[in-house]
């Protein structure tokens, strides 16, 4: 059987009714292409270009932005007039005093104690908090007796404790446990000096906290690349150095300089044993001179340059271990300085070339 096209005529529009019993038919006037690429245009003809060069740029307003600003400015130089005026301040004595021999002996001391005690106690700290996290139930629960007695009782009582240890053991010895061989005996008072206790009461208190940094910091990072790492044969140990450590040290850095800010301001409580660091060596001078209140200013002062001074390590060590947990790392300030004021020749250049 063939089959035969046959074609449909489409009849024309019926015109529009204007009204009831009369219509008109109107001619069509000429269509328009549409803009920016209509129905009407062409498949992939772009539409035309808008024209923003007589637009004007109106910035955001913040209004409450610059009241709080303002607010807080004239706060700031309020304090700062009443300190440049209230001769209550003494800053003559103040800088008199700064940078004495016996204050700078002082800050030295600071400084030792500080540099001792934080090394000494995030070694320790590392060591119980790897205890921690072992699977052995000895080492487990060592470590969590020493973190739960040194940060359970305060860091004076410790000093005190260590300090008169002689009161408790005549003797220290090392030898054979359980026999009477002995291969080093000292006086207990002897070996334990003020110095010594300063030593064991801060690096024992900054073990305690130190290990519980660094544990939260090894498990911050995803078990699934040590899994990965084991599986490609990587063996444990660089695993722990080259894996885990470097993402580890993201979450343990600001804590762990927190620390050591604190350990710098926690060696005043040294003064207790009569130690000449920073504080007590202030004291001692205010106590003859009766000069208090600038020298505690003195103090003051040279604790906010040993924190400022850490605040900038910090800065750098944390942006050195971004690297590869931020696209680009952040501009340091000097980089930041650097940009602004290439910015705003630029921009000076070009409106005097207007």
């Not at 449909?8 to 204007?18: N, Y």
């Given at each position: 059987?063939?089959?035969t096209?046959?074609t ?6 019926e ?14 006037g000429?269509v ?7 129905a ?5 003809t772009?539409?035309p ?11 955001a ?6 009241v ?6 004239l706060?700031?130089?309020g ?12 800053w003559g ?6 940078t004495a021999?016996?204050i700078v002996?002082?800050?030295l ?10 090394a ?11 205890m921690?996290l ?5 080492l ?9 007695i040194?940060?359970?009782t305060?860091?004076l009582?410790?000093?005190?404790l ?7 053991y005549e ?18 008072t002897?070996?334990i000096?003020?110095f010594?206790a300063?030593?064991?009461g ?16 090894i498990l ?9 790492a ?9 695993r722990s150095?080259?894996i ?11 804590t ?7 350990l ?8 207790v ?6 504080f007590?060596t ?6 003859r001179?009766q ?8 103090a ?10 850490l605040?900038?390590f ?9 690297r ?8 340091t300030p000097l ?7 290439s910015t ?6 070009a409106?005097?070339?207007r």
């Amino acid at each position: 059987m063939s089959s035969t096209a046959t074609t449909v005529a489409q009849s024309a529009p019926e015109p529009v009714s204007a009204g009831a019993g009369t219509s008109t038919t109107e001619a069509p006037g000429p269509v328009s292409a549409p803009e920016n690429g209509g129905a009407g245009s062409a498949p992939g003809t772009p539409g035309p270009a808008t024209d923003y060069a007589d637009y004007r740029v109106v910035p955001a307003r913040h209004p409450w932005r610059w009241v709080g600003t303002a607010v807080v400015g004239l706060g700031v130089l309020g304090i700062a007039w009443s300190l440049a005026t209230n001769p209550r301040w003494e800053w003559g004595v103040v800088a008199q005093w700064f940078t004495a021999k016996s204050i700078v002996d002082g800050l030295l001391e600071t400084l030792k104690l500080t540099a001792i005690s934080g090394a000494l106690g995030f070694v320790l700290g590392f060591v119980l908090a790897l205890m921690r996290l072992s699977a052995s139930p000895l080492l487990l629960s060592v470590s969590w007796t020493f973190s739960w007695i040194f940060r359970s009782t305060p860091l004076l009582v410790q000093m005190l404790l260590w300090y008169n240890l002689g009161y408790l053991y005549e003797k220290i010895s090392l030898g054979l446990p359980f026999t009477d061989v002995r291969f080093f005996e000292v006086q207990t008072t002897t070996l334990i000096s003020q110095f010594a206790a300063a030593v064991l009461g801060l690096t024992l208190n900054q073990a305690a906290y130190s290990a519980e940094i660094i544990r939260g910091g090894i498990l911050s990072v995803d078990q699934g690349q040590l899994e990965a790492a084991a599986a490609l044969g990587i063996p444990a140990w660089r695993r722990s150095t080259r894996i885990v450590l470097p993402q580890a040290m993201r979450a343990i850095l600001p804590t762990a300089f927190n620390e050591i800010i604190g350990l710098v301001k926690g060696t005043s409580i040294v003064y207790v044993l009569a130690y000449s660091e920073l504080f007590y060596t202030v004291q001692v001078i205010y106590n003859r001179t009766q000069q208090v209140l600038p020298l505690l200013l003195v103090a003051t002062l040279w604790y906010v340059v040993i924190t400022s001074v850490l605040s900038v390590f910090q800065y750098y060590i944390e942006r050195h271990y971004s690297r590869g947990a931020v696209r680009s790392l952040p501009l340091t300030p000097l980089q930041k300085a650097r940009k602004f004021l290439s910015t705003h020749a630029t921009d000076t250049r070009a409106k005097g070339l207007r």
